[in-house]
């Protein structure tokens, strides 16, 4: 289940290194950064499935902390 308040999406990598994106919200915008390689997007809908996109394609970061 998607947590819509959310303010951040992190997820560790195969190396036990964790990665995380910010969301920050300005009116009904999002923007959604990086904290390992400082990638920005701006995004309107669904900010953390951009985010949960980055980190598994940019750093291979598919396993959730909070999972499990
Ligand atoms: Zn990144």
Same mark, same amino acid.
């Given at each position: 289940? *998607? ?13 036990? &290194?964790?990665?995380?994106? &910010? ?6 915008? &999002? /923007?959604?950064?990086? $904290? ?9 809908? *669904?900010?953390? *499935?951009?985010?949960? $996109?980055? *980190?598994?394609? $940019?750093?291979?970061? /598919?396993?959730?902390? /909070?999972?499990?």
């Amino acid at each position: 289940m *998607l947590q819509i308040n959310k303010s951040k999406v992190s997820r560790w990598d195969q190396h036990g &290194r964790e990665h995380v994106v &910010r969301v920050q919200r300005s009116g009904v915008q &999002r /923007t959604i950064r990086c $904290e390992t390689c400082d990638w920005r997007q701006s995004a309107q809908f *669904l900010p953390w *499935l951009k985010a949960e $996109e980055h *980190l598994a394609e $940019e750093h291979q970061a /598919t396993v959730d902390p /909070t999972e499990g």
